[in-house]
């Protein structure tokens, strides 16, 4: 027993030196670098909890935190609650012979480059030349034209909606996959009882997929908080700091005013709301996984 448990361990070890080096010690020194007022070009100079005072009194970091919460809800709302009614119309009986095609349209748009999906939609959202506000004046809605990411009350939803297209189809394929391990019997047992489709959706599909419910609840509502590329290439955080998110922020404070504290004391608060995040959903859903059916 003994040999078998150190011969686990020398295997395990190679990936608990990575994950200690790139992860917990990289978390570790980023929490102590933000007590610091430095750049790279001079010495660390100790400031205590100043750059999360600093922080704090930073109206560009209220903006910021506004979009990633707005950004999460909509996420939420597109690659959570609407993915899973996605998955579960494709696999119903008068849709499934259709079901192939379908998932490989959904799935398409993330196997993209978010920097490619980026620059797509900011050429079709593009005043002049773009898709969209030509296909406005088409229909006879050329009043209501506008440059879109030129315009501070809509340029945050357009970065988000770009952001919704790419991955709703990537959770769809993820719930559909859990729902194809539920038991055909739930389904024939609920429609003996006269459960109509939307009962059967909310009283088998949605109890039996919370496994996957809470995978891609936790991976959206991260990403939603670490998202970076789309703002950057489609807005960078403009116009003013309309679109600024935190991970713009972090960017902008550390590699363009060189506040590599301050910058760090940044990451200090993305790592803290996504770890609560994370740790709040797995008390809330409280998965056992030897209560899940098994699969078809």
């Not at 001079?42 to 979009?67: E, P």
């Not at 790592?271 to 059916?293: E, K, N």
């Amino acid at each position: 027993m003994y040999k078998n448990s150190r011969g686990a361990f020398l295997y395990l070890l190679p990936a608990i030196v990575l994950v200690s080096v790139f992860i917990y010690i990289a978390v570790g020194l980023n929490f102590y670098y933000s007590l610091f007022r430095w750049n790279t070009y001079s010495a660390k100079v100790w400031v205590g909890l100043a750059n999360y005072t600093r922080l704090l009194q930073d109206s560009s970091f209220w903006i910021a935190l506004k979009n990633n919460i707005l950004f999460a809800v909509i996420s939420v709302t597109f690659q959570v609650g609407i993915a899973l009614a996605l998955a579960a119309m494709l696999e119903q009986k008068w849709i499934r012979r259709l079901g192939g095609f379908c998932r490989t349209v959904f799935f398409v748009p993330s196997l993209l480059s978010m920097t490619v999906v980026a620059l797509m939609w900011q050429l079709m959202l593009n005043p002049n030349m773009g898709f969209v506000n030509k296909a406005l004046q088409q229909i006879g809605l050329g009043a209501i034209a506008i440059d879109w990411l030129g315009n501070a009350s809509t340029a945050i939803f357009c970065v988000i909606a770009s952001s919704q297209w790419q991955f709703v189809g990537y959770t769809t394929m993820l719930f559909v996959v859990a729902i194809q391990k539920i038991p055909d019997d739930f389904y024939e047992a609920a429609e003996i009882d006269g459960a109509n489709p939307i009962q059967s959706f909310f009283y088998v599909t949605v109890p039996n997929v919370k496994e996957m419910l809470l995978l891609n609840l936790t991976t959206t509502l991260i990403g939603a908080f670490k998202v970076f590329d789309e703002v950057y290439v489609m807005t960078n955080g403009g116009p003013g700091r309309a679109s600024e998110v935190l991970g713009t922020l972090l960017f902008r404070s550390g590699f363009r005013e060189d506040a590599m504290g301050y910058a760090s004391a940044v990451g200090a608060v993305v790592f803290v709301i996504t770890f609560v995040l994370s740790i709040a959903q797995i008390r809330m859903f409280g998965i056992d996984s030897a209560s899940q059916p098994s699969g078809r």
